[in-house]
């Protein structure tokens, strides 16, 4: 059974930087496609980023384009979600998930995932 596993949230400042980490374990491919999701509170669960395993692409949301990056971390199974210049709306609660789909077929579906961490929060304030 795969798990997957956030860490690095916090609270931050305006324009202030985290990155968070994910490890998977307990399978033996994580899949096509690993994203990052948040969830606000009182809002929808949405893409943040997303990385083809294999190739490498990587994709974002609009809001966060030239703020996140995602990338394959130093161990095989770890992606990270580097974020600066952080603003107050985003502030959310950022969830890892695994796809066995490609990204190029809908990184930021949700139904397109199959494993999810259990979240770290983010909170951003002034």
């Known amino acids: 059974q795969m798990q997957l596993v956030e860490s690095g949230g916090g609270s931050v400042q305006i324009g202030g930087s985290l990155r968070l980490s994910c490890e998977a374990s307990g399978f033996t491919y994580v899949g096509h496609c690993v994203g990052w999701f948040r969830q606000a509170p009182g809002k929808e669960r949405e893409g943040v980023a997303g990385i083809d395993t294999i190739r490498g692409n990587t994709y974002y949301t609009d809001s966060v384009k030239d703020r996140f990056t995602i990338s394959q971390g130093n161990t095989k199974y770890k992606y990270l979600l580097q974020m600066n210049d952080l603003k107050l709306e985003d502030t959310a609660i950022y969830y890892c998930?695994?796809?066995?789909?490609?990204?190029?077929?809908?990184?930021?579906?949700?139904?397109?995932?199959?494993?999810w961490g259990q979240g770290t929060q983010v909170t951003v304030s002034s």
């Open positions: 998930a695994a796809s066995a789909r490609y990204c190029s077929d809908g990184w930021n579906r949700i139904d397109a995932y199959n494993h």
